[in-house]
């Protein structure tokens, strides 16, 4: 059985993809919400997890189901899940490939590069006051608890599931700055979004154009908004793909 570390829209589309190629495919996820879009792309024929697994735990679940071939289709900012999986495929000499979708691209003259939170929180405090985040919900509490932004005024947009807007309630985010919205967004609506809301400053991530960030840089760029962009995590990947089709080369020459 092939393991499909499913955390992104890239990991479902290979999940079903190795389904229907024959494989039998396990794939795991980190929330609730997670397992419903995979189950709805990928159906019953998919084996899913939807419980974090630390390093001692994906060594387990791989062990009781014979899992013999490893793919990462983890979140590009999800580093220690990909730490995890490659010293879980290490000690249990379980082939790896990690699949990571393509960087967009980054010409913008008014873009500050960063490596933190932390130190997104901090330029963005220095170019302006309504803060419009774009970086999911799992790291809000970098942003709200940061010294530099306590004079700021921060709108979050986060998927719509109540856990997540039960998550920004607990931060101290009111209705009026939550923006509960299921992707993708076109330019179009992300215009319309950063206009409705005033934002000063964008915060976001690279997470290539299937995640978004090339309509979000065209439309700061129309309104002439300044961006702060989160580095990616660089890791040692023991193999690494940006195309599907070499995913499928690695299975088949690795998967038994």
């Not at 190795?18 to 159906?43: F, I, P, Q």
């Not at 974090?52 to 735990?57: G, K």
């Not at 999986?85 to 000499?93: G, H």
């Amino acid at each position: 059985m092939i393991f499909v570390v499913a955390g992104t829209q890239d990991g479902r589309e290979i999940a079903k993809l190795l389904l229907e190629k024959g494989y039998d495919v396990a794939a795991s996820v980190v929330s609730r919400y997670g397992g419903e879009l995979l189950a709805h792309d990928c159906g019953q024929e998919c084996l899913i997890n939807d419980k974090p697994l630390d390093e001692a735990a994906l060594q387990a679940y791989m062990q009781e189901h014979e899992i013999s071939l490893l793919v990462d289709a983890s979140h590009p900012y999800a580093a220690n899940v990909s730490i995890n999986a490659i010293r879980a495929c290490k000690a249990l000499d379980i082939p790896y490939i990690r699949y990571e979708r393509d960087w967009s691209n980054l010409d913008y003259g008014k873009l500050t590069v960063v490596h933190s939170y932390e130190e997104a929180a901090e330029a963005a405090a220095g170019l302006g006051r309504r803060i419009f985040l774009t970086t999911g919900s799992r790291n809000l509490d970098k942003f709200t608890r940061s010294p530099a932004l306590r004079e700021c005024e921060l709108i979050a947009r986060v998927l719509p599931t109540a856990e997540v807007i039960g998550l920004c309630e607990q931060l101290g985010f009111d209705a009026g700055h939550i923006v509960a919205f299921q992707g993708p967004f076109s330019k179009e609506l992300n215009l319309e979004l950063f206009r409705k809301y005033g934002a000063e400053v964008i915060i976001t991530k690279n997470s290539g154009t299937i995640g978004g960030t090339d309509t979000k840089f065209a439309a700061a760029a129309e309104l002439g908004l300044p961006i702060v962009l989160i580095d990616r995590p660089q890791l040692e990947y023991p193999c690494l793909t940006h195309a599907y089709e070499d995913i499928l080369k690695f299975v088949q020459s690795n998967a038994k």
